[in-house]
């Protein structure tokens, strides 16, 4: 009876050995300071293998990770019917590949659109072939201003944390005027 569990023990350990021979030409720091020792040698091999598709990845355009490749039309040359439309299938598919757009609904559909156009289409990400988490974007933060998450999104105790740290008064508190149902994992 303990021959299969064996037999399975050599194939973890074969593992094991042929993702770190692979791995080696990553090897540094980040890969250094992680501990996978104390962990049962499967996980350490399925971590391992995380890493590996990780570091192989390649970076791509998100328009690019989509067959054919994800071309939108221009928002001037759409009516909001047909731009809503198509915003919304975009997002589906953006789901699809764990993409997530955060805080949309101080946006309209037009701007939402641009944003999609401009920012998250032509960034350039990993695109990893199995991605088991996913890629927040937050729709707030598009110019680096803090004040339509403060003014929007965070919560009393963060605006007021976000005061207390900058010294600089928070725009006040609205509802956001554009709400939408997202695509969302449930937690």
């Known amino acids: 009876m303990r021959e299969p569990l064996l037999s399975q023990e050599a194939d973890e350990l074969m593992r ?3 993702l770190r021979a ?3 030409p990553y090897y540094d720091e980040s890969i250094s300071c992680v501990n996978v020792r104390h962990l049962p040698l499967r996980n350490e091999n399925e971590f391992l293998a995380a890493m590996l598709a990780w570091e192989t990845a ?3 355009p998100i328009y690019r990770w989509f067959e054919p490749e994800l ?4 928002p001037d040359t759409l009516n909001d019917k047909e731009l809503s439309r198509i915003m919304y299938d975009v997002i589906d598919r953006l789901y699809e590949k764990n993409i997530v ?3 949309t609904d101080h946006l309209n559909d037009r701007e939402l659109y641009r944003l999609i156009i401009r920012d998250i289409l032509p960034s350039r990400e990993k695109k990893l072939e199995q991605r088991t988490g996913e890629l927040r974007w937050d729709c707030s933060a598009v110019d680096n201003d803090p004040c339509v998450w403060l003014k929007y999104y965070a919560s009393e105790s ?3 944390a976000w005061a207390n740290l900058y010294g600089q008064p928070v725009p006040p508190k609205e509802f956001p005027p554009y709400l939408r149902q997202m695509p969302h994992h449930p937690f």
Request: aromatic share 6%.
């Open 16 to 18: 094991n050995a042929e």
């Open 22 to 24: 692979e791995l080696e």
């Open 58 to 60: 390649p970076i791509l």
């Open 71 to 74: 071309r939108l039309p221009l």
């Open 101 to 103: 757009l955060d805080f």
């Open 158 to 160: 963060e605006r007021l």
